[in-house]
Structure formats: structure tokens, C-alpha cells
């Protein structure tokens, strides 16, 4: 069965980065879009962006561009989700969710148990 | 601000019918396929209809996803306990070349 399994909360202090991993099994790895979805205490669903670790490509909210690095490691089937120069409004809890393959690459379904990021002084 | 737009709660009383509403435009849910998810408190969002009104393997029939022009529906038939929680719509958005989501609907069950 898929499974994404993310690592352990984080505690950073404004302007520090923050690096989010997420284990991908079940499946064929580099076959899938991999989504990083932020979620803020209270609030709703905001997308951040997507890799697709077949073609090395990655897309991302413009919102985040210039301060977010999406990584993977095909060889653990691992997806990592580094955010940089950290505000206190970065404070949520980090989903990746896996994306679709093929035609149906906009599909999201399966996601991990999410990592809790809280950012302050 | 979300870009769609979904009504902040709804509720029913066990064994009833309820339809959340979504709301959105023509770069999103016009041209392309509605996902709604559900989100018990405490729990990662879990896909309760993709492709506008399709169901996955597991979710009970009870709910049903349906789209006319830029405002689909998640109905939720035969109404449980167990189905109170958050539900979002979303989208892929082609202006915005992002994914957008709704605002959430509470779902209480009375």
C-alpha cells in the first residue's frame, strides 16, 4: 500500500531554514508527482509546489520561489522540502502528498501524516 | 483569501443529505478536474473524490462529487458521526499555474 511517512516536528528560530523529508513506499517513485502542501494553525490548505522526480523538473507557488528547494533522492525514494529564511508565519504543519502520473499528472492522493514546523524566537 | 470558495460550515442531523458547495472560475474549475478531501481533526487530508466525481477504492458510496460549469458539489448521503470533519475542495488553477484550494467546510453532525 502507498505510504508517505515524514519526519519529526521542528522548532526554528526566525531566519533559520528548516528541511522536511518524506518516505515514499508502495510504489514506483520516480513514476508520481510529489506535492508539498503547508497547512497554518487554524487555516486552510495552501499548495507550495511539485517535483517530478522522473524529469527533474519542479514547479512552485510564486509565493515561495527564491526561499523553497525541492529535492529527492530516488535511491531511498525519499522527497525533502527545504524552506529557507524562516518568518514566524511559517509556522504550520508541512504535508507532502503524492501527485499522478501520465495524463492524469495533476491528480493528488495519497498523503503523508505531516511534519509541524514552528517558528519562533 | 482562498481562491475558491466554499461556505465555512454546514451540518445535519445522522442519516441525512448534505451538499457542500465550491465556487470558482473559469482557469480553474472550468477547464479543469475538482478533488475533495476530508480532514478529520488532528489527521492529514485524505482524497475523498478525484476527477471531479470519481470515487477511490475504500471511500463509501455515501459520497458522490458532481460539476456544473465553474461549481461543483460534494454531496454526503445517509449523514454519520463519523463524518464530521473538514472537507476542501480543489483544483489545478491555469492563470495561476498552482493548485488551489477552497477555504474548507466544517461538517458538523448534530
Known amino acids: 500500500q502507498v505510504q508517505l511517512v515524514q519526519s519529526g516536528a521542528e522548532v526554528k528560530k526566525p531566519g533559520a531554514s528548516v528541511k522536511v523529508s518524506c518516505k515514499a513506499s508502495?510504489?514506483?517513485?520516480?513514476?508520481?508527482?510529489m506535492h508539498w502542501v503547508r497547512q497554518a494553525p487554524g487555516q486552510g490548505l495552501e499548495w507550495m509546489g511539485w517535483i517530478n522526480p522522473n524529469s527533474g523538473g519542479t514547479n512552485f507557488a510564486q509565493k515561495f520561489q527564491g526561499r523553497v528547494t525541492m529535492t529527492w533522492d530516488t535511491s531511498i525514494s525519499t522527497a525533502y522540502m527545504e524552506l529557507s529564511r524562516l518568518r514566524s508565519d511559517d509556522t504550520a504543519v508541512y504535508y507532502c502528498?503524492?501527485?499522478?502520473?501520465?495524463?492524469?499528472?495533476?491528480?493528488?492522493?495519497?498523503w503523508g501524516q505531516g511534519t509541524l514546523v514552528t517558528v519562533s524566537s | 483569501q482562498s481562491v475558491l470558495t466554499q461556505p465555512p460550515s454546514a451540518s445535519g442531523t445522522p442519516g441525512q443529505r448534505v451538499t457542500i458547495s465550491c465556487s470558482g472560475s473559469r482557469s480553474n474549475i472550468g477547464n479543469n478536474y475538482v478533488y475533495w478531501y476530508q480532514q478529520l481533526p488532528g489527521t492529514a487530508p485524505k482524497l475523498l473524490i478525484y476527477?471531479?466525481?470519481q470515487r477511490p477504492s475504500g471511500v463509501p458510496g455515501r459520497f458522490s462529487g458532481s460539476k456544473s460549469g465553474t461549481s461543483p458539489s460534494l454531496a454526503i448521503s445517509g449523514l454519520r458521526s463519523e463524518d464530521e470533519a473538514d472537507y476542501y475542495c480543489a483544483a489545478w488553477d491555469d492563470s495561476l499555474s498552482r493548485w488551489v484550494f477552497g477555504g474548507g467546510t466544517k461538517l458538523t453532525v448534530l
Open positions: 502528498a503524492r501527485g499522478g502520473t501520465g495524463y492524469y499528472w495533476l491528480d493528488i492522493d495519497y
Open positions: 476527477r471531479d466525481n
Open positions: 508502495g510504489y514506483t517513485f520516480t513514476g508520481y508527482y
